[in-house]
């Protein structure tokens, strides 16, 4: 009897955009006596199976990132005691989780005090006293409730999408060094103010997309369409940051951070790779290939070479107190653009103030304005309070 020819057994890959990835795998068949009439041949069934290295992962790590900031922020309240350390509060039946005045923080959040205090990000503590974990630390505080809402929902939709894909360990150690370089980059260069916010992370996601759709580029059906929409919206981000008191370096620190690591922990193998690794037994081989292309392999050298130099050369330079701003006179525009509508001058503020009674008086050492305060045996907290709505 002449034998039917194999049925043809193809392994199906999903794109990243689709759902999970399956392949066939060989079932057993039930035994037939050999007394018995040979049955008919019929087709091989197939069972499909996911193929793990395109498997979708249970997001669970970027939500626990987000319901750290939330609590970070509500310890960060507790600590402000805005009814305790301000002449006035937002919201005081809220009691010492009230917030800031609007003309001191606008962000409904806490003052520049109790941030410092909580570890945001101040180069001088930096360089002089020793404290390098305000580079970390000041990437899990917010400036305010708003800050804080608008990072958190951006952070929900990258972060998720992301960690579906690649897992909660790439996608982690992503968000954590993206936000350690944007750290570093804001050092280098706002040293006269504190910096805090997930923002440099966040970028860090959005770099890692880009360089991730570049690496990967032959998975793509749509290549060009994902890959100006990406663009798109990393400029435009990037261009809310030329706005006044928003640390665009810190932006543009996580992003770069975010697009060398994506070569390094976003790399997907090829098809072919993938084909030939998962073929059931028995199946006929086909040409064999590498697990990547040529063109991955240089851009994954080449992007931890420059991720190991850029830090220690970054790190180097801090600690020795270098202003980047001496070197480039341009710079500075990267983070703000002055116009008539606003000022970029970041100059801390600072006041005189004079005690007469119960009558404080304070003078603005930047627009020299002057106002008298009923305010008896005021605290620092309070006068600095004061002297930031008074400068404003």
């Known amino acids: 009897m002449a034998q039917n020819p194999p049925s043809d057994i193809q392994i199906r890959v999903h794109s990243r955009r689709g759902g999970n990835v399956i392949h066939p795998v060989e079932i057993d ?171 440099g992370a966040l970028f860090g996601l959005l770099g890692g997309m880009l360089s991730e759709l570049i690496t990967n580029w032959t998975i793509y059906a749509n290549k060009v369409a994902a890959f100006l929409t990406l663009v798109i919206i990393i400029v435009i981000n990037l261009a809310v940051g030329i706005l006044p008191h928003v640390d665009n370096f810190a932006h543009i620190g996580g992003f770069v951070s975010g697009f060398l690591l994506g070569f390094v922990f976003l790399i997907r193998p090829q098809f072919g790779w993938v084909s030939q690794r998962y073929a059931p037994p028995g199946y006929p081989s086909i040409a064999s290939k590498s697990k990547f292309k040529m063109y991955q392999y240089i851009l994954w050298i080449i992007s931890l070479v420059l991720l190991i130099v850029g830090f220690t050369a970054g790190l180097v330079l801090l600690l020795r107190g270098v202003d980047l701003n001496d070197q480039c006179s341009w710079c500075h525009y990267l983070s703000c653009v002055p116009t008539s509508k606003w000022s970029c001058n970041t100059e801390p503020v600072s006041c005189l103030s004079e005690q007469t009674g119960d009558q404080l008086t304070l003078t603005c050492s930047i627009n020299n304005r002057t106002s008298t305060y009923t305010l008896l045996n005021a605290t620092t907290s309070q006068i600095q309070g004061l002297c930031i709505q008074l400068c404003r």
């Open 29 to 199: 068949t039930p035994q037939v006596s050999s007394l018995a009439p040979a049955p008919a041949p019929a087709p091989t069934p197939v069972v499909y199976e996911e193929i793990k290295h395109f498997k979708k992962w249970f997001p669970w790590l970027v939500p626990s990132f987000v319901i750290a900031n939330v609590i970070m922020l509500i310890i960060t309240m507790y600590v402000n005691n805005c009814p305790k350390n301000s002449v006035s509060c937002i919201a005081g039946f809220l009691g010492r989780f009230s917030f800031q005045p609007f003309k001191e923080n606008p962000l409904l959040g806490p003052s520049s005090s109790a941030l410092e205090k909580m570890g945001a990000l101040d180069v001088s503590k930096v360089v002089h006293g020793h404290q390098g974990w305000r580079l970390i630390t000041c990437v899990w505080l917010h400036g305010g409730v708003f800050h804080l809402l608008a990072n958190m929902l951006s952070l929900l939709v990258i972060g998720i999408r992301l960690e579906q894909e690649f897992g909660f360990v790439r996608i982690g150690l992503l968000y954590l060094i993206s936000g350690f370089g944007g750290s570093l980059f804001s050092a280098l260069f706002i040293q006269s103010n504190i910096s805090v916010g997930a923002s």
